[in-house]
C-alpha cells in the first residue's frame, strides 16, 4: 500500500512540476519526513519573518535536474548543497548565528541526499527515459504516417493521369 502512494505521489508530482513549473511543497511532505533531507522552510522563531529561509526553489532545482536527461547526480547534489547556502546567505546574510544554524541544517541535508542511495534519481532518470523513448515513438510515427500519405497522394496523382 505504501508502495502504491508514493507512485501515486511521483505521478502527480511529476504532471504537477511539468504542467504548472513548480511543485510545492518540494522538499517535504506533510506530516511525513522530508524527501531531501530538509524541510521547505528554515526559521528562527524569535527573528519572525525576517528569519526565514525558503528551500522550496533548490529542492525544486534538484527534481529538476534528477529529471533532465543523462543528468549526473553528483552535479544536481553539488548544485542542490549550493542554492540550498544562497537560500541561507540570503535570508541570514548579516545575522552570524542564525545562519551558522541554517548553514547545519543544509550540510545536514546535503549528506541525507548523498548518503541517499538513488532510488529518486533512478526513478527520475527512468521516468525521463520513458519520455524521450516515447517522443522517439510518436516521431517514427509521424514519419511513418508522412510517408504513407505521400504514397497515397501519388498513387490518386497516377489514377488521375491515367483517366
Known amino acids: 500500500m505504501r508502495n502504491i502512494h508514493f507512485w501515486l505521489r511521483f505521478a502527480l508530482s511529476a504532471i504537477c512540476l511539468f504542467s504548472a513549473g513548480t511543485v510545492r511543497p518540494a522538499c517535504d511532505k506533510i506530516g511525513k519526513q522530508a ?35 543523462s543528468a549526473i547526480k553528483t552535479i544536481c547534489e553539488r548544485t542542490y548543497e549550493k542554492n540550498l547556502k544562497n537560500a541561507c546567505r540570503k535570508a541570514f546574510e548579516f545575522r552570524r548565528d542564525p545562519l551558522g544554524e541554517c548553514l547545519t541544517t543544509v550540510d545536514n541535508a546535503a549528506k541525507f541526499v548523498a548518503k541517499e542511495n538513488g532510488d529518486v534519481y533512478r526513478r527520475m532518470q527512468r521516468t525521463a527515459r520513458a519520455r524521450e523513448r516515447e517522443e522517439e515513438r510518436k516521431a517514427r510515427a509521424q514519419e511513418r504516417q508522412a510517408r504513407i500519405d505521400e504514397r497515397r497522394k501519388k498513387r490518386r496523382d497516377e489514377r488521375i493521369r491515367q483517366q
Open 35 to 69: 524527501i531531501f533531507g530538509i524541510e521547505d522552510i528554515f526559521e528562527i522563531p524569535e527573528e519572525g519573518h525576517l528569519g526565514r529561509a525558503d528551500f522550496t526553489k533548490a529542492c525544486d532545482e534538484l527534481i529538476a535536474c534528477y529529471s533532465a536527461k
